[in-house]
């Protein structure tokens, strides 16, 4: 579900780099964990609808449902802007599950690169793990297809910004996923899910990470009612000696039979694109 930052990014600020830890606006409930792993706020939400693993190559790539570190360059290559995707014999569902992934067209402010997605080859065991500990169905096997976008970066690598679209065999599906959101373990099971993950990648080698903030937020997002919720996390990250707060941001999407995860992830987030294109992608889901 959530993505950290990447590595070389996170290394190129300063011990004392404090980016802004404001949760997401406009939601109706949400439930928190600080850096101590106490949990606070009123209401519950976090969903296994999606996640992005960085890529040794770049600054993210797109999966779907938690995400790691890396210690590779954050500059894309090429320039590319097509979203790749996949399915099991092929799928009628994957024009339309294209068109509703983040586009270069997406992002109206400031200067993007694009680089090829890539599939965590694990992603199907984080899934499966963090399904069990929230005591929820796991929704992996429902998967008809899914389409993943570019991975875009800015300022050399430093921000990022990438989606994906599932489509599932029903109704009930996208309801399980949201129940993963008011489970009583979401928030310890999210924390340790993502710490777990990123010391297991291999991709930070002699370095931490840590979850100091997790929320997530419940909605109706304003003027987007299919954002069912959205999450803010700040990921201490550690190597060398240095250590610096990696901040991500995620919309959780639904549309019919459909799931969207959009992120945002970085230093120096543009909070009002970010919502611009929450709400673009919510539109072209729910068309």
Known sequence: ??????????????KSHQPATTAPSGGSSSLGVDATGATSGSGSSASG????????SG?????????????????????????SSHASGGSPYLAALQGIVLRQSDLTSGSWAAQPHTNDPHQATYDAALAKCVEKKNTDPDRLATANSPNFSSGGGSAFALSSATRYKSA????ADEAKITSPNAIPCFKTFIESEISTSGLLPGG????????????????????YATAHAVIAVSVSGITANAP????????????????????????????????????????
């Open 248 to 287: 991500i941001d995620l919309a959780f999407v639904t549309g019919k039979n459909t799931e969207a995860l959009v992120e945002f992830g970085g230093l120096g987030l543009n909070k009002t694109l970010e919502s611009d294109v929450f709400k673009a992608i919510a539109r072209r889901a729910a068309a």
């Open 1 to 14: 579900m959530l993505a950290v930052i990447s590595l070389a990014a996170c290394t190129s600020s300063s």
């Open 59 to 83: 600054a993210a790539s797109g999966s779907t449902s938690s995400g790691a570190a890396h210690g590779g360059s954050t500059t894309p290559t090429g320039n590319q802007s097509s979203p």
């Open 208 to 227: 931490t990470a840590k979850v100091k903030t997790l929320v997530f937020t419940l909605h109706p997002y304003p003027t987007a009612t299919n954002v």
């Open 172 to 175: 009930s599906d996208l309801a």
């Open 49 to 56: 609808a999606g996640s992005h693993t960085p890529s040794k």
